[in-house]
């Protein structure tokens, strides 16, 4: 039988479903432990209580399994950036939250797993139809307020929003994955390279 639309899935596709979320969460708790590239997928299946052949037949590599943990990931900090921009705060405020937000999504994933998915967004090597930096959701908001604060007279109108925000989230990003220091000096460099990034935009 198939759902009718609006209705939840039934018979096969829901136990299909079912299914992959097992496997999805066994891989990522296998990932937590011992990385993508370390990990077992006989562990995988075996904690998900499928056959080898059925987690392929779900997620053709372990990177499909990052990728979906990836666009999970965007599609939280992106709807939670919009929650927060809605309510009208200045540029810098958001840069402050953007940082907020990836590092408590870091904190929730576990050091290595985040690392993991960064790695994989911005390699060569992704699997097909895997997203382009310039084509994530959490830099086209971002580079949105970015122009806004343009139109406000706050940024200079020099700056390209687009790549303001994406080397916004580039450097950001480079600093969670290097920087090995305690909680309270990665604050410090984090904080210092905000305000690098602000007089840079900033309209003097």
């Known amino acids: ?4 639309v609006g209705d939840k899935p039934r018979g096969r596709q829901a136990q299909r479903l079912e299914t992959r979320q097992r496997i999805y969460d066994a891989a990522m708790a296998e990932f937590r432990r011992s990385g993508m590239a370390d990990a077992d997928v006989g562990l995988i299946v075996a904690e998900a209580g499928v056959a080898r052949g059925t987690f392929y037949f779900h997620f053709p590599t372990k990177e499909h399994v990052l990728q979906e943990v990836e666009r999970t990931l965007v599609s939280r900090l992106a709807n939670e950036l919009g929650r927060f ?29 985040f690392r ?8 060569q090597n992704q699997p097909p139809g895997f997203g382009k930096p310039t084509g994530h959701a959490l830099v086209e908001l ?3 307020e970015i122009g806004r604060a343009q139109q ?13 925000a994406l080397f916004f989230l580039l450097g950001f990003y480079a600093l969670l ?23 840079g935009l900033e309209v003097k």
Do not use: C
Not at 1 to 4: G, R
Not at 85 to 112: C, I, K, N, Y
Not at 116 to 123: K, N, Y
């Open 1 to 4: 039988m198939t759902s009718q």
């Open 142 to 144: 971002v580079a949105r």
């Open 85 to 113: 921009v809605a309510t009208g705060p200045d540029l810098w405020s958001t840069f402050s939250e953007v940082v907020r937000l990836v590092v408590a999504a870091e904190s929730r994933m576990g050091t290595r797993l």
């Open 116 to 123: 993991d998915v960064l790695a994989l967004h911005f390699s």
């Open 152 to 164: 406000l007279g706050v940024v200079h109108s020099e700056a390209d929003a687009v790549n303001s």
């Open 177 to 199: 994955v290097t920087n090995h220091d305690s909680k309270s000096a990665r604050g410090r460099v984090i904080d210092a390279f905000i305000a690098s990034t602000r007089r």
